[in-house]
């Protein structure tokens, strides 16, 4: 496919590469302007051009002639132009493209068809091999920012969740466990993508140490859903962390214990507990939910009565936070486009290669990522200050004295 705008930008692009290269010549040989031969000639002079190569770039193939250089008095010389380096073959923004491609749903064995269609007939070297080498620079990225230290300011507060893959023709599903923390400035960012087996407190053992061992400091509040063996870790690690429970997982497992005519007013009375005002109202909503439902439907008062004091820890911080710590949604949502795309790609990926798919998302993500809302609330969270119902209670010269 091709049109007359596009061979226009092309021959356009390359004369002004052939410009630009002729300056850069200009300016090397005016190195050796000063030395001549005995005959009084200059002793660097130009020698031809190099054969024609075709570099890969976002209008297609642009054909590119360096310019060759030559000693009359035999001491070597070489011109190497600094726009277009030797054994060059495409533009640094199309390799930087070619990961984005594949993150965003083209699979290796579509990127030749894919990349012909945008670059033209000629677009050589840009294979499933390519890929191949492109997955394993991720696997080398992932490598360095797992072990990366956090020396740069406290996590306030984290997030965590397992992400199940469902890869086919695997005995033991990956289950990446993933936690998100926020910064003292407020700023969203992955700090754990593991691949751990089930939720086990193991396998979050682990994850936390790993934390701990990269000198990320005690958080203020922990928030996830109801899987035990990230909380039992949590209290081996670390201990002086607040939990709170998601309210999210929590609406939608309560009514699963009930029947399907019950389960909306069950929902509406459970909204009405963590949509309270005040820790007052929700506690009085919540006997009046467990009054209701436990004579009938003991499970489902069970289910709710059981993470009592953990799902209203939201309430001794920032009413500007409420929104965001009361659920597990930042994994959530960030992952609903990661398993959107992993999904295309479960069957033909492996475990580790599955990781490095969502680490690489993950880094996609966290561009798009808004702070904190009421992130300068943070700094008190930090120095102590006390909150009551959302609303601060401590005055900082308090804690001073």
């Keep these: 496919m091709t049109d007359a705008l596009t061979d226009l930008l092309r021959t356009g692009a390359q004369q002004l590469i052939a410009t630009a290269v002729e300056a850069e010549l200009a300016c090397y040989l005016a190195q050796f302007a000063d030395l001549r031969t005995d005959a009084g000639l200059a002793a660097v002079v130009r020698n031809g051009h190099h054969p024609a190569r075709p570099v890969q770039t976002g209008i297609g193939p642009v054909s590119v002639r360096i310019p060759k250089v030559r000693s009359k008095d035999g001491t070597p010389v ?16 199309l390799e930087a493209a070619l990961p984005w491609l594949y993150l965003k749903g083209i699979s290796s064995g579509e990127m030749g068809a894919a990349l012909k269609v945008l670059l033209g007939p000629d677009a050589a070297g840009l294979s499933a091999n ?3 080498r492109l997955k394993r620079d991720w696997a080398k990225e992932y490598d360095v920012w797992k072990d990366a230290a956090f020396d740069d300011e406290p996590i306030v507060y984290i997030w965590a969740d397992g992400v199940h893959s469902g890869l086919r023709g695997e005995d033991d599903k990956l289950c990446a466990l993933v936690i998100i923390g926020v910064t ?3 700023q969203k960012r992955f700090l754990a993508i593991e691949d751990g087996v089930r939720e086990s407190t193991q396998s979050w053992r682990e994850v936390l140490l790993s934390l701990k061992s990269r000198r990320m400091n005690a958080p203020k509040l922990a928030i996830g859903d109801g899987a035990m063996g990230f909380w039992a870790a949590m209290d081996e690690v670390y201990p ?3 939990q709170q429970r998601c309210w999210q997982h929590k609406a939608m ?10 389960q ?4 509406a009375a459970i909204h009405n507990i963590w949509q309270a005002e005040t820790k007052d109202d929700a506690e009085k909503a919540f006997d ?15 289910c709710l009565q059981k993470d009592r004091e953990e799902l209203m820890a939201f309430f001794d911080f920032p009413a500007q936070h409420w929104q965001s710590i009361r659920t597990s ?6 992952f609903a486009t990661i398993r959107h795309r992993t999904k295309r790609s479960k069957g033909c990926l492996s475990r580790e290669g599955m990781l490095h798919m969502m680490f690489k998302l993950g880094q996609c993500a966290e561009q798009n990522w808004r702070k904190l809302r009421g992130f300068d609330y943070l700094a008190k969270v930090i120095t102590g200050v006390t909150f009551k119902d959302g609303i601060e209670t401590t005055k900082p010269d308090q804690i001073a004295a």
């Design 78 to 93: 070489t011109f190497r132009s600094a726009l277009v380096p030797p054994y060059v073959r495409r533009t640094k923004t």
């Design 130 to 132: 390519t890929v191949s």
């Design 184 to 186: 003292a400035r407020g």
């Design 240 to 242: 002086t962390a607040r």
């Design 253 to 262: 497992n309560v009514p699963n214990c009930l029947p399907k005519l019950s």
């Design 264 to 267: 909306p007013k069950a929902k």
């Design 288 to 302: 009046l939910f467990i009054k209701i439902y436990e004579p009938k439907y003991p499970k489902a008062a069970l």
């Design 329 to 334: 949604n930042p994994i959530e949502s960030a």
